[in-house]
């Protein structure tokens, strides 16, 4: 078949069907709303760096996204869904240019009551849980960008974060309650998902659905303290979160263990990590520090480090060397290091790794509730050296019952649960018809 060559796209016919409303072009700016944290990956990194939109427009209502959705449906652009960049796999990338959404425009807390809270996208973490926290509740759980993450960007990237040792995941029943979405058919309109229809849009990158609006389920606030314990050796560390994780009488919010040598890549904190050391970063709640005094000497740890909430209200929180954040430390130091995001589910499981890699995948666990347990999961130091080797370490982990969501492709299905979503297929069919949205990053949408 011959092939035919696409259309040219005026730009200045779009730009001006969107006067009113703020448009960036301007090349370093266009470029800086183009990517997110994908450097974090040496084999996302060749292939996404270039990658460029051609235009970011800010909406700031909801009737704005309606008009720049219809704009891009007109010309036929592809259009990408951003908030504030804080993702790692490219989820925010346009790989064939068009127009970037830009939402961290739309700020409006539409309502908070106990339990529950009304936001638009662009909200960040942090100031939405400083509202919830003045009536007494607080968001259930949030990622280490937590200060400068939008919630519509979490929901449409995310997946966990601290908190999830009590709330589990954001896909798990309950922990989203409602969105509003803005469709790309050939009259955009605006749909309400509730209840498990909001799994249609949730973590799908933004291939499905411009979120305007959501419903954010609260827990209630406690006074966080924040500790490191130190241990002389790694898996009594991890058998001490474990059994935080399952003390079911303990309230805590993050449970985050790092095998040495990462805690000295902390520099921020190395009067609290004596060489050589394991070490806990964690979360209790003030009320229940007696009893964890106890639990800490029963595994012969060390309490380096305490802080009460208020304390710690002040400068730079333990969550942000945790998660993705002890990532970002380690790669601020050794830009040659990168990492891997496992579920081993058992400690006997992350033992055998331990100590099959050695200093090579350098362990580090995060707890976090599934189906009603407490489990340690993997973001994982990796000293890379091939994208063989690297394929080797996630068959390896595989084969032994580990699961990866691998972070090395921004193929939503390639990443988290290797499945096709035949909900969210259905879903984009519906509402994006010319698969305008966020193309390329939808495996199920490409093998149609």
């Known amino acids: 078949m011959a092939s035919t060559t696409p259309k040219p796209i005026n730009w200045d016919a779009i730009a001006s ?28 990194q060749p292939l996404l760096e270039d990658k460029r939109g051609d235009l970011v427009v800010r909406p700031t209502t909801e009737a704005e996204v309606l008009q720049v959705a219809a704009v891009c449906v007109k010309y036929k652009v ?25 939402m961290t425009r739309m700020q409006a807390i539409r309502w908070i009551k106990p339990g529950l809270a009304c936001v638009e996208p662009g909200v960040k973490l942090a100031a939405l849980d400083k509202q919830t926290r003045e009536i007494g509740w607080e968001l259930r759980m949030a990622p280490s960008t937590y200060r400068t993450a939008t919630i519509g960007g979490f929901i449409g990237g995310g997946s966990v974060g601290m908190g999830s040792i009590t709330y589990g995941q954001l896909r798990d029943r309950g922990n989203l309650h409602a969105l509003r979405v803005v469709t790309l058919e050939d009259e955009p309109r605006v749909i309400e998902l509730r209840g498990d229809a909001v799994q249609k849009v949730n ?8 979120i305007t609006e959501l419903e954010i389920p609260l827990g209630p606030a406690y006074s966080w303290a924040e500790l490191i314990a130190v241990f002389d050796d790694f898996m009594t560390g991890a058998r001490f979160g474990q059994s935080l994780g399952d003390a079911d009488g303990l ?8 095998a040495w040598p990462i805690p000295s890549y902390f520099s921020a904190l190395k009067n609290y990590l004596p060489d050589g050391k394991h070490c806990a970063l964690l979360m209790v709640a003030e009320c229940c520090l007696e009893p964890f005094q106890e639990l800490v000497r029963e595994y012969g740890g060390e309490v380096t480090y305490q802080k009460t909430a208020q304390e710690a209200s002040k400068g730079t929180s333990l969550l942000e060397f945790t998660w993705n954040h002890t990532t970002l430390h380690a790669r601020s130091l050794d830009p ?18 331990y100590h099959h890699f050695g200093d090579e995948v350098m362990v580090h666990l995060e707890f976090l509730r599934v189906n009603g347990k407490a489990i340690p999961a993997g973001l994982q130091l990796v000293r890379y050296s091939t994208p063989e080797r690297l394929n080797e370490i996630i068959q390896y982990h ?51």
Request: charged share 20%; with cysteine; proline share 5%.
């Open 17 to 44: 069907e969107l006067a009113g409303m703020e448009i960036i072009t301007e090349p370093s700016q266009l470029a800086k709303l183009s990517l997110d944290y994908y450097h974090f990956s040496p084999i996302l």
């Open 78 to 102: 592809p259009l990408t869904v951003r908030g504030a960049g804080t993702g790692n796999y490219g989820q925010c990338i346009p790989l064939q240019g068009g127009v970037i959404v830009d």
């Open 203 to 210: 973590h799908a990158y933004g291939t499905n659905g411009i």
């Open 251 to 258: 309230i805590k919010k993050l449970i985050s263990i790092h």
């Open 336 to 353: 040659t290091l990168t990492y891997l995001q496992t579920f081993f589910f058992t400690l006997e499981r992350v033992e055998q790794m």
């Open 398 to 448: 595989e084969e032994r019952g580990a699961g990866i969501a691998n972070p090395h492709t921004y193929i939503l299905e390639d990443g988290g649960r290797k499945t096709i979503d035949l909900e969210q297929l259905q879903f984009k069919a519906k509402v994006d018809p010319y698969g305008l949205m966020n193309p390329g990053k939808m495996r199920a949408w490409l093998e149609l």
